[in-house]
């Protein structure tokens, strides 16, 4: 039985190989072509073509020419033409047609209309629907919320707070103080006067105080 395990572990490892090796084969290949005749070109040639070339276009063929064709140029017009007659325009004509023009037209059409309105018609209008409703209706709203609660705290006193009360006083508190008082005060002080204090008396004044005096006789 065993050789015949061994003839199947060895004959099913045969079969597997002939089926995995083909795969791995073509695997192997493919990588091999990557990485020797795809990645590694590719990179020499960046690093030792292609980067240098665009390097040198980008820095000597495009930005030069950029540099001295278009940004100059432009930043000279800016400085001394642009931004020149855009500070003119802003200081001299922009302030004087503001102030002069558009400012009173604006103040005149919009600001003092809408500040007539406001201070005549809107702001008098919200101030009766404050002064008249709003606060009325939330000075009686305060008034009734009071007198309910004043009503329930009534209902809870006399439904809960009186019932409680007299069965605290008259089912608990009566009864331990009567058991309280007769089943454990007034025993433990006749226990304390008729057992436990007539030995210790006894002891005080027949062996302790006659003890002590001996002593100090005996120091004196």
Known sequence: MEEIGKGLKAL?????????FPFYLIYK??????????????????????????????????GYPLYYVIWLPMNWL??????????????YLFVWLWKHILYPILYY?????????????????????WYEIIVVVARWTGIAISWIFRMIGQALYYALWIPLKWITVNLVWIPLKWIS????????RWIYHHIIAPPFRWWHYHVWKPTAK??????E
Do not use: C
């Open 78 to 91: 800016w400085k001394y033409v642009i931004s020149p007659v855009a500070m003119f325009i802003w200081r």
């Open 29 to 62: 290949i493919l990588e091999w072509i990557w990485i020797y005749l795809i990645s590694v070109p590719s990179q020499w040639l960046w690093a030792n073509i292609l980067e240098p070339v665009l390097t040198f276009l980008i820095k000597y063929i495009i």
């Open 181 to 188: 008082l007769n089943l454990i005060w007034i025993p433990s």
């Open 12 to 20: 099913v490892r045969g079969i597997v190989f002939v089926i995995y």
């Open 109 to 129: 059409l919009i600001i003092f209309p809408v500040a007539w309105l406001w201070k005549h018609g809107i702001y008098t209008l919200l101030r009766w629907i």
């Open 214 to 219: 001996w002593f100090g006789d005996i120091f």
